[in-house]
Each structure stands twice: as C-alpha cells, then as structure tokens.
C-alpha cells in the first residue's frame, strides 16, 4: 500500500506553465538569443570558472562549469576543465567521465591525465579493498575470540556443574552417615535399658577392712544374708581401723574419695590433703583420682 501511495505522490501530471513557446525556453536557445546580441555568456562562465579553479575556489569554478554546460553540453574545454576540477577535489571517478566526455567532442587531454586518473580510481578501490580486509580480518579476530572465549566458559561451565554434583552427592553421603549414626545410638542406648540388670541387684565390692569389720560385727551363729550389710557399731564407726605402721597402698575403689580414704586410714575425713601430698599423679586438686589407681597412704 505504501509502494502505491509513493507510485501516486510522485505522478508529473501537474500542468505546463503558460506563455511559453516549443524549444523557446532551452538553456541552449538562450544562449545562442545572448550570442546574437553580443554577450559571449559561455567564454564569461568558462574564464571565471578558470580563475576560480586558479585561486582554489573549486566549487564556486563547478558551478560556472555546470551553467555553460547547461547552455552548451557540447563545449569540450568546459568538460575538460570541470574535469580537472574533479581532480582537484579527489572526486577521481567523476573526472574520469568528464574526460570521456570531453575527448567525444575531439577534444585532446593532456599526456598523462587518464592514466593518473585511472591510477588514482585503482589506488582508491585498493584502499577500499584494503580497508574492507582490516575490518574483515578484524572481525574475523573477534569472532574467533568470542568463539574461544565461548569454549572457555563452556568449559568453566561444565566443571562447576561437576562440582557441584560432587558436593550434592557428598552432602547426601553426610546425611545418611548422621542418620545411621543416630539410629545407631538410640538402638545401642534401648539394648542398654532393656539388656541392664537392676542397679540394687549388683552387690557392691567392699574394701578387706570393711570386709572384717562387718563379719566381727555380726553375731556368733547368725547368718548373714547375701547382699545385706549390716550396719556398724557406734565404735567401729567412730574409731579408724587397725593398720600396720610405714607407707601403705590403696587400689582406688568404686565410690572412694580423698575424704573416706582419709577417714579411713587416719580417722579423720580432713586428713585427705595428706593423702593428696603424698600422691602428686592425683594433679593439684586430687580430680585425677580415677578407679583401680594405687595410692601411697602415709603414716
């Protein structure tokens, strides 16, 4: 639709202008009206065009050109010499048709002046060519480092993915070794529970001394129950045990303390710091004492 409406915007079926005259009005006619009445117009526009190209003024010099070849497109010299105006300003193709169009008119270039021009339209396109084949190779460079570039992150891409494949399936690992872990230990601690005989049922270990003490204390014919101890005199509670003279040896039993061994072997549970003396394995505060350790018990 669009191409439609250009084709009709464009239509030259506007009307001719009146009160002129067929062939009256052509820029060659005027001419040769100027001619007859003694103005010489092309020979002025040709020698201001000439001193214009002299004085550097080519666009002011392509303009008269462009005028006398409007009123004579035969006048060779006008062709030559806007030629050599396009030579001038580097327009070197422009030129190149001019001086044809000049030489059609039996006009003779100067020596030289088409092969130089046709140097200068080869050395023009070289350049192009030439610039078209940086801007090319350039691109062909960028390219390529995009490409590589490309691979780079690809494969940087690959190898992180891996990675983190790797943590994933470690992290799950982890997670089942914690879960093993736990419903291990919650089995170990029921089969504890449920497979543990009674704390009361286990008779506790008694020391020889205690030992002798409580068979002196029960009577002559009674028989003592297993696991009952019977409850000391009040002398045997308050008097220490019978024990030899010089150095003694103590195996640490359950339940044994620095304050009943001193109460034991001196009478007097404020007595342990002698005992705590005499035994530098115990550390500084005696919290080293530990089951089945041998202590020195001093006199």
């Not at 350790?293 to 001093?298: C, S, V």
Request: charged share 25%.
């Amino acid at each position: 639709m669009s191409e439609a409406l250009a084709a009709d915007l464009t239509t030259f079926d506007d009307a001719p202008r009146p009160g002129a005259t067929p062939d009256g009005n052509s820029p060659s006619h005027f001419g040769k009206v100027l001619g007859d009445a003694g103005i010489h117009v092309p020979s002025t526009l040709y020698n201001e065009a000439l001193a214009l190209a002299r004085d550097g003024h080519l666009g002011q010099a392509q303009a008269r050109l462009q005028m006398l070849l409007c009123l004579d497109a035969d006048d060779g010299d006008a062709q030559l010499l806007l030629a050599k105006v396009h030579s001038a300003q580097g327009r070197w193709t422009e030129a190149l048709a001019r001086l044809d169009a000049a030489v059609t008119t039996g006009v003779v270039p100067p020596a030289g002046l088409r092969e130089g021009l046709e140097g200068q339209i080869r050395a023009e396109r070289t350049r192009e060519e030439e610039h078209r084949a940086r801007v090319a190779a350039r691109e062909q460079g960028e390219l390529k480092a995009l490409r590589h570039e490309t691979r780079n992150l690809r494969g940087e891409t690959i190898r992180l993915e891996a990675e983190l494949g790797e943590g994933r399936e470690r992290e799950r690992a982890w997670k089942i070794v914690a879960i093993s872990a736990g419903v291990f230990g919650t089995l170990v601690i029921l089969f504890l529970m449920f497979t543990s005989p009674p704390t009361s049922s286990i008779p506790v270990p008694r020391e020889p001394e205690e030992a002798a003490a409580a068979s002196a204390a029960v009577p002559a014919g009674a028989v003592p129950v297993v696991g009952q101890v019977s409850p000391p005199t009040p002398e045997a509670a308050v008097a220490p045990a019978a024990v030899p003279s010089g150095p003694r040896t103590h195996v640490v039993g359950k339940g044994d303390t620095l304050g009943k061994l001193a109460g034991k072997y001196y009478g007097k549970t404020s007595q342990w710091e002698k005992i705590l003396a005499a035994n530098p394995q115990l550390g500084k505060d005696g919290k080293k004492l530990a089951l089945g350790m041998k202590l020195t018990i001093p006199e």
